[in-house]
């Protein structure tokens, strides 16, 4: 084991970590409120200034790497173990909208794998112990002989503690994890874990109308809001617009629980926006409660959203270019302000 110094600005304190433990994921656990994003080397949010000591990074070509500036010893702490006793410099969390449960370390096995179309299946990452989370976090897994950590966001809703993490996944040709998830059942197999993380989460007690644009598998988060906006009656007093962009009527998934949902509160209007359009229109008298445009996410948000001037929550969740083009037209077109946004983006 090795000490480490973590200071911020209130003071320093002091916490052990192994060697194999990545510094950030020993950081959380210990309760510590250390500013991070994706938790898997992506955004470059985690990183923090190595005053003493040594670390090592575990994955140097990390994209959150570009962010990093070596010669003033930064590197980045979700990819980062201790070589010996470190004093780091660290960066204290934006605050969350809702508190949050303290993540830990988890473990589970595969269950009811299964292909929701050729490109999207689910899974539960059943878990030894329960955890909780809220609507909207992830946690991230790792499976032994492939590197590092992949994100996924939950997309059950449980008050109570639980053990099942229900993920959907989008197969990335050329992705190890997917490649691997994609090839056979792969029911039984164990996954380690690090979670519950992310603060795009819902908070009843303080948001109200709330937008969402979501593109392919970043509806995973949101259907967990959705879920937990249901049942604490939300709809009842406030709007959800939901938009979700898939590339075509051969990419759909979650259809039948949205139009359930949708069924369910006059408040809550899901928007399917699809880049090839349903020349058939088979999906349009499927799901009456559905609505369907055509175009990219981020235009047929512009042209099916209404007034956005009191909405208090625009959450946006997808691949990198989605949430990029989402974000851009809602600060400049519709005049949202960024501090309303709360995002999960996905590479
Ligand atoms: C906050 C967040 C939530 C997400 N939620 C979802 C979701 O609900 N559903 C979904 O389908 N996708 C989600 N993703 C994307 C997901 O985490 C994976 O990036 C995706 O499934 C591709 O994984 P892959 O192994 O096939 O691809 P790869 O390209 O092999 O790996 C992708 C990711 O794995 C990690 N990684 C790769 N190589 C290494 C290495 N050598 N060392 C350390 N880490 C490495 C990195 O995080 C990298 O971005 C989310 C991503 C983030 C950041
Ligand atoms: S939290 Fe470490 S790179 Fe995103």
């Known amino acids: 084991m090795f000490r480490v110094k973590l200071e911020e600005r209130q003071g320093t304190q002091e916490i052990l970590v192994s060697k194999e433990e990545r510094l950030l994921y020993c950081g959380l656990r210990n309760g510590f409120n250390l500013a991070h994003d994706c938790a898997s080397g992506v955004c470059g949010t985690c990183k923090a200034v190595l005053v003493s000591g040594e670390v090592s990074s575990l994955w140097s070509e990390a994209p959150g790497n570009k962010i990093v500036r070596e010669e003033r010893n930064e590197f980045l702490m979700c990819q980062a173990v201790a070589e010996s006793d470190v004093h780091i410099k660290v960066r204290p969390a934006v605050p969350s909208p809702a508190p949050k449960p303290q993540p830990g370390t988890l473990k589970g096995v595969i269950k009811n794998h299964r292909n ?61 994890f997917t490649d691997w998830l994609f090839q056979e059942s792969r029911d039984g197999y164990e996954l380690m874990g690090f979670g519950p993380v992310g603060r795009a989460v819902f908070a009843p007690e303080s948001d109200g109308d709330f937008i969402v644009l979501a593109g392919g598998s970043g509806i995973a988060g949101i259907m967990a809001i959705l879920q937990h906006a249901s049942v604490c009656g939300h709809f009842e007093k406030y709007r959800g617009d939901v938009v979700f962009g898939l590339n075509g009527p051969q990419d759909v998934f979650f259809l039948d629980e949205l139009n359930l949902l949708a069924g369910r509160h006059n408040n809550l209007r899901v928007i399917v926006a699809l880049v090839e359009p349903d020349r058939s229109g088979s999906l349009t008298s499927d799901y009456l409660n559905l609505e369907f445009s055509e175009g990219f996410l981020s235009n047929a948000a512009n042209e099916v959203l209404g007034d956005l001037s009191e909405i208090t929550v625009a959450f946006v969740a997808g691949p990198p270019l989605a949430v990029e083009t989402s974000q851009k037209m809602l600060v400049m077109e519709r005049k949202v302000s960024a501090r309303k946004m709360r995002f999960d983006r996905f590479g």
């Open 116 to 176: 929701l179309n050729p490109n999207v299946a689910v899974f539960e990452y059943h878990l030894s112990q329960p955890v909780q989370f809220l609507a909207g976090q992830f946690a991230t897994v790792q499976l032994e002989g492939i590197p590092g950590y992949r994100a996924y966001s939950m997309t059950n809703y449980s008050a109570e503690p639980t053990q099942s993490l229900d993920f959907v996944v989008k197969h990335i040709p050329g992705g190890k």
